[in-house]
């Protein structure tokens, strides 16, 4: 089992930046790629950015040259630099990883992700 931990949400105003974190606990080795996710109230969960064990990274198009999404592998941990914030990134932001031999990564979808952690909510004041 993995157990996936994220911290780092908050309220800043827009423009403002914010940090996510998400430690990764338990059988660390059954999972080769993690990304993060956001769900707004009444909204399907959407992908925002993902990353593989090489480090390949794909990002969601509302967020690209906005955030960056990174790991440490010493530490188990997996980062979403968020800058430039706007309102519409309010949301539950979650963390989750998988280990589907056949991922297409750039898709972003839920379904390939098998563990997930409990979420930090971000929110964006105009």
């Known amino acids: 089992q993995v157990q996936l931990v994220e911290s780092g949400g908050g309220s800043v105003q827009a423009g403002g930046s914010l940090r996510l974190s998400c430690a990764a606990f338990?059988?660390?080795?059954?999972?080769?790629?993690m990304g993060w996710f956001r769900q707004a109230p009444g909204k399907e969960r959407e992908g925002v950015a993902a990353?593989?064990?090489?480090?390949?990274?794909t990002y969601a198009d509302s967020v690209k040259g906005r955030f960056t999404i990174s790991q440490d592998n010493a530490k188990n941990t997996l980062y979403l630099q968020m800058n430039s914030l706007k309102p519409e990134d309010t949301a539950m932001y979650y963390c989750?990883?998988?280990?589907?031999?056949?991922?297409?990564?750039?898709?972003?979808?839920?379904?390939?992700?098998?563990?997930w952690g409990q979420g930090t909510q971000v929110t964006i004041s105009s």
């Open positions: 338990g059988h660390t080795y059954s999972y080769y790629y």
């Open positions: 990353i593989g064990s090489d480090d390949s990274t």
């Open positions: 989750a990883a998988g280990s589907r031999p056949t991922v297409v990564l750039g898709l972003l979808r839920p379904s390939d992700f098998a563990y």
